[in-house]
Nanobody, 126 residues
Framework: QVQLVESGGGSVQGGGSLRLSCVAS??????????MGWFRQAPGQERAGFAV???????NYADSVKGRITISKDSAKNTLYLQINNLKPEDAGMYYC??????????????????WGQGTQVTVSS
């Protein structure tokens, strides 16, 4: 059973940095084939994907976040990370980690992903 548990959210001042973590269980980041990604949902808005990666570390970023956000993995910890730098008010929202098995060349489209974490909240203060 695939499970994803996010952590690392909180209240951060604009211009600051944050690293979110997503611990995966039920599959192995080294030996399995998968896509994983990070999604954000702000109040009143749809969940939107902006950073994805696959087994072979091929990444795909939404144009709106390129240069400020990095998705990475620690295979030894079976954990996915999201580093966000120069936080802006529009970065606030609930952040979700997602995964789908037996896929690669991952899109940022949320409907592509099957498994979801419970989310971690990010607030950006001015």
């Amino acid at each position: 059973q695939v499970q994803l548990v996010e952590s690392g959210g909180g209240s951060v001042q604009g211009g600051g940095s944050l690293r979110l973590s997503c611990v995966a269980s039920g599959f192995n980041l080294v030996y399995d084939t998968y896509c994983m990604g990070w999604f954000r949902q702000a109040p009143g808005q749809e969940r939107a994907g902006f950073a994805v990666t696959d087994t072979w570390d091929k990444t795909n970023y939404a144009d709106s976040v390129k240069g400020r956000i990095t998705i990475s993995k620690d295979s030894a910890k079976n954990t996915l990370y999201l580093q966000i730098n120069n936080l802006k008010p529009e970065d606030a929202g609930m952040y979700y980690c997602a995964a789908v098995m037996q896929e690669y060349n991952c899109p940022t489209r949320s409907s592509f992903f099957k498994y979801w974490g419970q989310g971690t909240q990010v607030t950006v203060s001015s």
